[in-house]
């Protein structure tokens, strides 16, 4: 079974300006079927928004990129969901952004936030799955590959 990545605004932006590093490479695994990437609709929109502003010429090579990934793209989350996020977290929209990854039931989240999201200690403990960069998300995946029983 491919491991389920879901990737923030942050870490999908990354991905589409460098054409290397850890983002990326997952963008990479993806294409090549090894995992699959999930993304929100909410993501979607906020990485469409940024692109317009940040993107220039690129916006276009930039979105058939991400096409070429074969996203995921799960629904806005329930209310429950999303108020059971918020309060893990100081900022509405990032509650939006997580409780769609965990209503999705991802394996791993990937994002490049430290402060609403990677040092945010309550909000770690609590989630039922991984969090951390695109780094240790590509280390997580190694483990896995090299482990495949334990994990």
């Avoid at 590093?21 to 909410?42: D, H, M, Q």
């Avoid at 979607?44 to 993107?55: A, M, N, P, Q, T």
């Amino acid at each position: 079974m491919q491991p389920r990545i879901f990737l923030d605004t942050s870490a999908i932006f990354a991905a589409l300006w460098s054409p290397t590093g850890g983002e990326r490479e997952l963008l990479k695994l993806s294409e090549a079927n090894a995992i699959r990437i999930t993304v929100s609709s909410y993501v979607l929109s906020e990485i469409d928004s940024v692109l317009k502003r940040k993107g220039g010429n690129r916006r276009g090579e930039q979105i058939l990129l991400l096409d070429d990934t074969r996203l995921t793209i799960v629904p806005t989350p329930d209310a429950a969901t999303i108020e059971r996020c918020t309060a893990l977290l100081d900022y509405a929209n990032d509650a939006k952004v997580i409780a769609a990854a965990w209503q999705a039931e991802v394996d791993y989240f990937v994002t490049l936030d430290r402060q609403h999201f990677l040092e945010n200690t309550a909000l770690k403990s609590a989630l039922p799955f991984h969090m951390g960069t695109p780094g240790d998300c590509l280390a997580w995946l190694r483990m896995r590959l090299s482990t495949p029983e334990d994990h």
